[in-house]
């Protein structure tokens, strides 16, 4: 009588299965975010084709292109960069949850900015929606499972 029987129920996020699983999730990623940098940061605007084939737009002022271009190269490396911080916090989640947090926020964001678009056909279309799920749904869930993770 006196003392209370402690609990079975093992939380299954905070498992040792659900944390290699995590880390594979988290390192396919950061390889996708990778592979996209590379495409988008050395091909800017155009790509390198990695992720799409042909040409899909025309240039009808060539120097705003050029500005236009240049910044996206920048924003591209930038993904490419994040791309190796992410697949470093798989490496080692523990001391990287803080930044993982960071960067799920980010990923997060920028679903949120796709939404500006304003055009559902464009969100709904088989080559957004994966990725707007993923973005604006799935980013608060992969927080809240890293929230659960023993790290240690």
């Not at 709904?124 to 869930?141: K, N, Y």
Request: charged share 15%; aromatic share 10%; with cysteine.
């Amino acid at each position: 009588m006196g003392h209370m029987q402690r609990s079975s129920h093992v939380n299954i996020l905070a498992s040792r299965p659900s944390l290699i699983l995590f880390r594979v999730f988290i390192t396919v990623c950061g390889l996708i975010a990778v592979y996209s940098g590379i495409d988008i940061g050395f091909g800017g605007l155009a790509s390198l084709g990695m992720q799409t084939g042909g040409e899909f737009f025309a240039i009808t002022d060539a120097d705003r292109f050029s500005q236009q271009d240049n910044h996206i190269r920048f924003v591209g490396g930038v993904w490419l960069g994040l791309g190796f911080v992410i697949l470093l916090c798989a490496a080692r989640p523990g001391p990287m949850k803080k930044t993982l947090y960071a960067i799920i926020f980010a990923v997060w964001v920028g679903g949120i900015a796709r939404l500006s678009i304003g055009d559902m056909d464009v969100i709904t279309g088989p080559d957004a929606i994966g990725s707007v799920l993923l973005e604006v749904v799935g980013m608060p869930l992969v927080a809240l499972w890293l929230s659960r993770l023993r790290l240690d």
